[in-house]
Structure formats: structure tokens, C-alpha cells
């Protein structure tokens, strides 16, 4: 009997564990195969502001309506994509040729940064007996051999991991109807809304409508902001390494933008691999560049954050780099990328559950009392 009234009494946070974990399972077991649809929408959603405001800006109402968002989304295929997609093209094409430069000069580059290493720290290594001398020696040599031949297959691991992607017809079907998917997700957003909540029980359709909102809130905006973020903290160390002439100044921003993604541990990875590249390519600046990556952050951490992210995790930074070491053990790149965004949404939404679970049970405690 107890163990009744504590089921009836809890049977929604069941319903949400239940729930969640399908979910979020078939979104990884079917992750490629959604990726073009999840691409679409994400684009949607953050193109949806930019239509909304073409739209009250140009004039006409009642029946024009409709034909002012299709001109509104036509004048985003047609300029902002456009535009957009020939300066992603050519930043692309000249990442992935500094890129390959990169990989393939890996092996020098780790060398000479355990060279000047060593030569920094020759007064304490001088300080210890021969034999230990040698065995330091062996194994960082070592290291730098094993990092050198990681980094320099990584590269056609990256390849095959796209030629993977490309290789399956269904993905690239869904690639070539997102221009048309995220059409009509753009024109019909509202109306697709309101026919899924028209199709629910009332009390069903309130709470998906709140649980949209909480994921609109926190993981919608946390991708929209972490997306401004790193396109600024990109741009910003581009400008930086540009203006100082350092090697790869592309491949070095555009790694530390897409660090910037990363909760927590991500800026401080970006930094470092600017300046050890540095170290090995134009070890003269390298303590610009490390003052660059210091500025940068420090700007972003200060004035950007503040403002784009505002609060939509809160998550301590322990447990952020927890999840992070977590999610990368079990599901790599993607656990890297979402655990910590997902974790946030899934506890605001438990919040929420436990809010209305409280509710139900005050008000069945109230009814046993009038009864």
C-alpha cells in the first residue's frame, strides 16, 4: 500500500526519467541520420529573429502577411545564406589548406617545442645524476613522438569521419532538403506550434508548451550565444595573429573560437595550443600571443558573457568539467559538445517537474482534507 500512494505521489519523475532517457537514446542511436534535420533546426531558430523583424519592418498588413514573411525568408536565402556561404566557402577552403600544412609539419613543430623546453629547464636538468638524466630524456622523447604521430593521423581520421558523413545516401538527401525544411519551418513556425498544442489534452499541451519554453531558454540560447561567442573570440584572435604575423593564423582562430564552445576548460585549451604553435613556429611572440589569448578572454569573460549567456546554465564549474570528462569518455566529440548544455536543460526541466508534482500533491492533500 505504501509503496502505491508513493508511486501515485511521484510517478512523474518516473514519467521524466523515462522520458528523457528514450529521448536523448534515440537522438544518439539515430544521431546521424537526424543531423541534417537538427542542422535545420538550429538554423531556423536562429534565423527566426531576423525574419520576425523583416517582417515589421516592411509595410502592409492583414493579407500581406504571409507574403511578407516569404519575401522575408527569400531575402535570407538569397543574400544572408549566400553571402554567408561564399565567405564560409573561402574561409573553409583556406582552413583546410593551413590545416593539412599543420598536421603535416606536427612532428617538427613538437620537437622543436621540446627542444626549447628542454633548453629552458637545462640548469635543473643539469642538476640531476646522468642515469635519471637519461630516462627523462627517453621518455619525453618519447611523448613527443607519440603526440607528433597522433596529431599527424588525425587528419585522415577527420577524412574518413566526412567521407563516413557523405558516404550514406540518406544523410545526403537530408543535407539537400534543408534549404527547402528549413523554408517551410521559417514560414510555419507558429502555426505548426499551435496545431501540435491544438492536438493535445489542455493540461498536456500547457506543460509541453512550459517544458518548450525551458529548452528554448536554456539550451536554445546557450547554443545561439556560445555560437556569438565563438565567432567573436575567432574573429578577435584572427585580428590578433594577423596583425602580429604569426604562422597559421587561421587554423589557430578558428580552433580557438570552436574551443570557445567548450564549457569552462575549452578557452583555456585554445590559448594553449596557440601558444605552443607559436612556441615552435615564431617563438619571439610567443608571449604576445600568450597575451593576446589572455586579453581575449578576459574581454569575453567580462563583456561578452555577461551579456550573450546571461544565466542560462547553472551548473558550478566542477560539475561542468566533471560532465565534460564524463561525456567525452562515453560518447567523445558529441559528449564533449552537449552533455554540459543537455544536463543544464534537464535540470531545469526536473525543476519544473518537481514544481508541478508539489502542486498536485498539495492539492490532493487539500481534497482528502475537504473530503
Not at 67 to 75: G, Y
Not at 86 to 103: E, N, Y
Not at 164 to 187: R, W
Amino acid at each position: 500500500m505504501e509503496i502505491k500512494v508513493l508511486f501515485e505521489r511521484n510517478w512523474r519523475y518516473l514519467f521524466f526519467a523515462v522520458l528523457s532517457a528514450v529521448i536523448l537514446g534515440a537522438l544518439y542511436a539515430w544521431r546521424m541520420t537526424l543531423l541534417p534535420f537538427m542542422l535545420g533546426l538550429l538554423l531556423a531558430y536562429l534565423f527566426s529573429p531576423v525574419v520576425k523583424f523583416i517582417e515589421r519592418v516592411l509595410p502592409g498588413k492583414g493579407k500581406w502577411l504571409e507574403a511578407k514573411r516569404i519575401f522575408a525568408i527569400l531575402f535570407i536565402f538569397i543574400i544572408v545564406i549566400g553571402v554567408f556561404g561564399f565567405a564560409v566557402f573561402i574561409f573553409v577552403t583556406t582552413l583546410l589548406h593551413s590545416s593539412a600544412d599543420l598536421f603535416n609539419n606536427a612532428s617538427e613543430m613538437i620537437q622543436s617545442i621540446i627542444a626549447r623546453g628542454q633548453q629552458w629547464t637545462q640548469a635543473i636538468r643539469d642538476r640531476f645524476p646522468a642515469d635519471i638524466r637519461d630516462q627523462v630524456d627517453a621518455v619525453v622523447n618519447n611523448l613527443g613522438s607519440n603526440l607528433a604521430s597522433t596529431l599527424t593521423g588525425a587528419l585522415p581520421s577527420v577524412q574518413m569521419i566526412a567521407n563516413q558523413i557523405l558516404g550514406s545516401l540518406g544523410v545526403v538527401f537530408g543535407f539537400a532538403a534543408i534549404p527547402l525544411f528549413l523554408f517551410y519551418l521559417l514560414k510555419d513556425s507558429e502555426k505548426i506550434q499551435r496545431n501540435i498544442y491544438a492536438e493535445l489534452p489542455p493540461v498536456a499541451a500547457r506543460h509541453t508548451r512550459n517544458v518548450v519554453q525551458i529548452i528554448e531558454r536554456v539550451l536554445g540560447r546557450y547554443i545561439r550565444g556560445d555560437l556569438i561567442l565563438g565567432a567573436v573570440v575567432g574573429g578577435m584572435s584572427l585580428a590578433g595573429l594577423l596583425i602580429m604575423g604569426v604562422p597559421f593564423a587561421v587554423p589557430l582562430a578558428a580552433f580557438n573560437g570552436f574551443c570557445e564552445i567548450i564549457p569552462t576548460i575549452g578557452p583555456i585549451v585554445g590559448g594553449a595550443v596557440m601558444g605552443l604553435v607559436t612556441l615552435a613556429l615564431a617563438p619571439q611572440k610567443v608571449i604576445w600571443v600568450i597575451l593576446l589569448a589572455i586579453a581575449v578572454q578576459l574581454l569575453e569573460n567580462n563583456l561578452l558573457v555577461p551579456r550573450i549567456q546571461a544565466s542560462t546554465m547553472r551548473l558550478h564549474p566542477s560539475l561542468v568539467i566533471l560532465l565534460l570528462v564524463l561525456g567525452g569518455y562515453l560518447w567523445g566529440f558529441w559528449g564533449i559538445l552537449l552533455t554540459v548544455p543537455l544536463t543544464a536543460t534537464l535540470v531545469d526541466i526536473f525543476s519544473y517537474v518537481r514544481g508541478v508534482n508539489r502542486e498536485a500533491n498539495a492539492q490532493s492533500r487539500r481534497g482528502h482534507l475537504d473530503d
